[in-house]
Nanobody
């Protein structure tokens, strides 16, 4: 079993940056892919970025390519999402999921509780 806890969310002006962290417990974390998703009020939970177990492969949604970077540090049992050039439409609750790097949320076995990101114009 892997437990995930997100942090780093907050309020930022458009054009600013934030770094989200996903801290994991469990010995199998370094062997699994991890993804970031986001959910705005009244909308579906959408894929943002994914990374494989070693960090050698990443995947991004078109809407964040060139602005967001996913990375991981298996020694610290953590995955990060560096977000730059933030836009108001990036406002959402951000979740990390464990067990895959897929863009399909059904592929994930574990989820964190989420962290709110608010971008003001």
């Amino acid at each position: 079993q892997v437990q995930l806890v997100e942090s780093g969310g907050g309020w930022v002006q458009a054009g600013g940056s934030l770094r989200l962290s996903c801290a994991a417990s469990g010995r199998t974390f370094s062997a699994i892919g991890v993804g970031w998703f986001r959910q705005a009020p009244g909308k579906e939970r959408d894929f943002v970025a994914g990374i494989n177990w070693s960090g050698s492969d990443t995947l991004y949604a078109d809407s964040v390519k060139g602005r967001f970077t996913i990375s991981r540090d298996n020694a610290k049992n953590a995955v990060y999402l560096q977000m730059s050039s933030l836009k108001p439409e990036d406002t959402a609750v951000y979740y990390c999921g464990g067990g895959s790097m897929s863009s399909r949320k059904e592929a994930y076995a574990f989820w964190g509780q989420g962290t709110q990101v608010t971008v003001s114009s």
